[in-house]
Nanobody, 125 residues
Framework: QVQLVESGGGLVQAGGSLRLSCAAS????????MGWFRQAPGKEREFAAA????????YYAESVKGRFTISRDNAKNTVYLQMNSLTPDDTAVYYC??????????????????WGQGTQVTVSS
C-alpha cells in the first residue's frame, strides 16, 4: 500500500501561483510513476501532469502545458505541481496518484493504483 497526502491548495486570484505537494509513505516511492489529476465541479476527473519514477520524463495536458510544472524529490518521497498563471478554469480538486513503474507513464486514471484524498484549488476572477 502507498499512502498519499496532498497539500498546498487554497484560494488564489487569477494570474497567481500555487505549489501543490503530495507526500508518499508506505512503499518505496521510486517504484512509482506519479501523476496529478483534477476534478472540477460537475465534471469527470481529468489528467493534468505525470512524471516518471526517475523524474526524467514529464507529461502534461494541453490545457496546462507551459503553466504547470511537475517535479519530484525521491529522497523526500514527494511530488510537486507548480501552477502558474492560474485561471478560473483551473478551479478543481487536485489529486495525486501513484502508478507502478513496470508500466509506461500513463495519462489514464485507470493506470494509477493509489490516490490521495485531494486538495481544493480555487481561482477567483
Amino acid at each position: 500500500q502507498v499512502q498519499l497526502v496532498e497539500s498546498g491548495g487554497g484560494l488564489v486570484q487569477a494570474g497567481g501561483s500555487l505549489r501543490l505537494s503530495c507526500a508518499a509513505s508506505g512503499r518505496t516511492f521510486s517504484n512509482y510513476h506519479m501523476g496529478w489529476f483534477r476534478q472540477a465541479p460537475g465534471k469527470e476527473r481529468e489528467f493534468a501532469a505525470a512524471i516518471s519514477w526517475s523524474g526524467d520524463r514529464t507529461y502534461y495536458a494541453e490545457s496546462v502545458k507551459g503553466r504547470f510544472t511537475i517535479s519530484r524529490d525521491n529522497a523526500k518521497n514527494t511530488v510537486y505541481l507548480q501552477m502558474n498563471s492560474l485561471t478560473p478554469d483551473d478551479t478543481a480538486v487536485y489529486y495525486c496518484g501513484a502508478a507502478f513503474r513496470l508500466r509506461a507513464v500513463s495519462t489514464r486514471e485507470v493506470e494509477y493504483a493509489y490516490w490521495g484524498q485531494g486538495t481544493q484549488v480555487t481561482v477567483s476572477s
